[in-house]
């Protein structure tokens, strides 16, 4: 059993999504949450860039003690997670690796749709993992950029969603896929528009959820899972002004959010 926290971080308030997940299922458990507000959106920069963010918050996690990481971020998992694993002494859970194993666990047909931001459609990350559990399988894939600012600003159920979903979604749909990977972490949040556009044959996966069952099962593993009586506390920090992360984080958690306190990573730094 270990006291320490579970570290999680994304681009931005996206990751709440995992974090509302990972409290669901392991509510026992304190977390502490980085959001990198000041740089979002990774979705459009390139992978070196992007590594580099995700190295530059994770030092600043272990700092902070925890004992295991989640890469909530699709597009952070997809281009840094390797380089992370490799970096750094604590386990590292990304999101791409159970949402594909989810995906090909539930497809009858091994025709698997992805859909997830231009960097983590153009990295291939979760074909290469899909292929990797299933060679046969068939893996089609769609960049929806849209959906992000859509979640975002709650228009998650109004003519411009539903739009923006047929758009992206009708080439996916006439491909005749069984299952469809929800490769980002705004899009459990347009569940009911995409259900609705792909229609009842089609298994919808949610990364986050897969994730929050991946972690817990690797605490349970390495006897680090606090006991279930137990109610953990969250932390969350930020890289820009708290006041937009509270105001859109709330709807993303579906809860209300405690503190969230600015940082500067680089100051962060030269005082730890
Ligand atoms: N969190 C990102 C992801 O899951 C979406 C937002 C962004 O582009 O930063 O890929």
Redesign the pocket.
């Known amino acids: 059993m270990s006291w320490q926290a579970v570290g999680i971080f994304?681009?931005?308030v996206?990751?709440l999504t995992v974090l509302r997940e990972l409290s669901r299922v392991i509510p026992q458990e304190d977390t502490i949450y980085f959001g990198d507000t000041a740089r979002?959106?990774?979705?459009?920069k390139s992978p070196e860039t992007v590594t580099r963010y995700a190295h530059e918050i994770t030092s600043f996690l272990i700092r902070r003690d925890i004992k295991l990481l989640v890469v909530a971020?699709?597009?952070a998992s997809a281009v840094a997670l390797p380089s992370l694993k490799r970096h750094f002494p604590i386990p590292v859970v990304g999101v791409i690796e159970p949402g594909a194993r989810r995906a090909v666990e539930v497809s009858r047909s091994g025709r698997i749709g992805v859909i997830?931001?231009a960097g983590?459609i153009r990295s291939s990350a979760y074909t290469r993992a899909i292929k990797r559990l299933n060679p046969q399988a068939e893996v089609l894939t769609r960049a929806c950029p849209l959906f992000?600012p859509l979640a975002e600003e709650g228009w998650v159920d109004n003519q411009v969603a539903r739009l923006t979903a047929q758009t992206y979604l009708q080439e996916l749909k006439e491909a005749g896929i069984d299952t469809l990977v929800l490769g980002?972490?705004?899009y459990p949040l347009l569940k009911p528009v995409i259900a609705e556009v792909m229609g009842a044959g089609v298994t919808l996966v949610d990364s986050a959820a897969e994730t929050a069952l991946t972690v817990a099962g690797i605490l349970r593993q390495k006897k680090m899972l606090r006991p279930a009586s137990e109610k953990g506390n969250h932390h969350y920090y930020v890289s820009d002004i708290p006041a937009g992360f509270i105001r859109v984080g709330n709807r993303f958690l579906g809860g209300r959010l405690g503190d969230v306190y600015q940082v500067n990573l680089d100051e962060d730094g030269e005082e730890g």
């Open positions: 994304d681009s931005g996206g990751g979002v959106p990774y979705g459009t971020c699709n597009t997830g931001t983590t992000v980002c972490t705004h």
